[in-house]
């Protein structure tokens, strides 16, 4: 089963901390990408990992992707309103490289 | 910047009627998906589309499911008897190249509500 499960579910927190969201699989990954999406649009994309132990920076945003291809985490720095919104991680697996799976996202609201 | 264009926004459909969803991917890219979000949960794979043929999909992407490239510029969904179930957003998106690790570029999705 390829199946990418994220955790927490929902996490509240006031602007300027910091918060760590986890994507983790029994299955290795080929790549693993973060999404954000906002209510009535599509995801959008953050940024792809594909070598295991990989760490990319976008800002505040720090993304890493397990040594053994089977996780990532987005770690946010000081978190501001905007950020407010659903993270998603998706991966596709070298058996299947056109067929991406979704996890069910975290939730993220960031109180002013 | 160029972007993925689904319509409509909002379909609604009495059941057991056919759809259509029609998605406008971003000129140059060759590789083409369908998704769908159920309300409340996770977003769901159905078919991944590259040189007019079907690369991969779910097996939720069955026999009431079929996709087309009619022209140039369109990629549609079509359901041919729709169910109550099939009521969701569903998301169209497409990249320059495969591989899955491609980044994707998704349209804002067509709500279909089956009635």
């Known amino acids: 089963t390829q199946l990418l499960e994220q955790s927490p579910q929902f996490l509240s927190i006031q602007e300027g901390e910091n918060l760590t969201v986890y994507c983790n699989s029994s299955?290795?990954?080929?790549?693993l990408q973060w999404y954000r999406q906002e209510p009535g649009e599509g995801p959008v994309l953050l940024v792809t990992v594909v070598t295991g132990g990989e760490v990319k920076k976008l800002k505040r945003l720090t993304f890493q992707f397990g040594d053994a291809r089977k996780d990532s985490s987005l770690h946010i720095t000081a978190a501001q309103p905007g950020d407010t919104g659903l993270y998603l991680c998706a991966g596709s697996q070298e058996t299947s490289y056109d067929k991406v799976i979704f996890g069910p996202g975290t939730s993220l609201s960031v109180i002013p | 910047e160029p972007e993925v264009t689904q319509t409509p926004s909002h379909q609604v459909t009495q059941m057991g009627q056919e759809v259509i969803l029609r998605c406008v991917p971003i000129?140059?890219?060759?590789?083409f998906y369908w998704y769908r979000q159920i309300l409340g949960q996770k977003v769901e794979f159905l078919v991944s589309f590259y040189n007019n043929e079907i690369s991969e999909k779910s097996e939720i992407f069955d026999d009431q499911f079929s996709v087309e490239r009619p022209d140039g510029s369109n990629f549609t969904l079509k359901i041919r008897s729709t169910k109550l179930e099939d009521s969701a957003m569903y998301f169209c998106a497409s990249s320059d190249w495969g591989y899955g690790n491609q980044p994707q570029h998704f349209g804002d999705g067509t709500r279909l509500s089956i009635l």
């Open positions: 299955s290795v990954f080929s790549s």
């Open positions: 000129s140059n890219h060759l590789y």
